[in-house]
């Protein structure tokens, strides 16, 4: 199994920015997609960012032009660096991975980000 360990998450204010990092551990091996999903009180999770290990990616319109993320395949951590950030990106955060061949992904336990003045 993979273990996920997040962290960087904390309480701005609108225009600032955060990174946030999970780490990956365990059964890691072979080809894998990394990245974030988010889900705010009263809404289905949705997708923030994902990874391939050949650093193709995939961003929510949303967050696309204001969200980056990045991955260390030596480290098997992947980033999200966060700036512009506004209320509406408020959520709890989750990490994601998947092994390209199988169909169930494994999460992290989720990190707290709030944007507010």
């Known amino acids: 199994q993979v273990r996920l360990v997040e962290s960087g998450g904390g309480l701005v204010h609108p225009g600032g920015s955060l990174r946030l990092s999970c780490a990956a551990s365990g059964s890691i091996f072979g080809p894998n997609v990394m990245g974030w999903y988010r889900q705010a009180p009263g809404k289905q999770r949705e997708l923030v960012a994902i990874?391939?290990?050949?650093?193709?990616?995939d961003y929510n319109n949303s967050v696309k032009g204001r969200f980056t993320i990045s991955r260390d395949n030596a480290e098997n951590t992947v980033y999200l660096q966060m700036n512009s950030l506004k209320p509406e990106d408020t959520a709890v955060y989750y990490c994601y991975f998947l092994h390209v061949f199988e169909n169930s992904p494994y999460w992290g336990q989720g990190t707290q980000v709030a944007v507010s003045s």
């Open positions: 990874i391939g290990n050949a650093d193709s990616t």
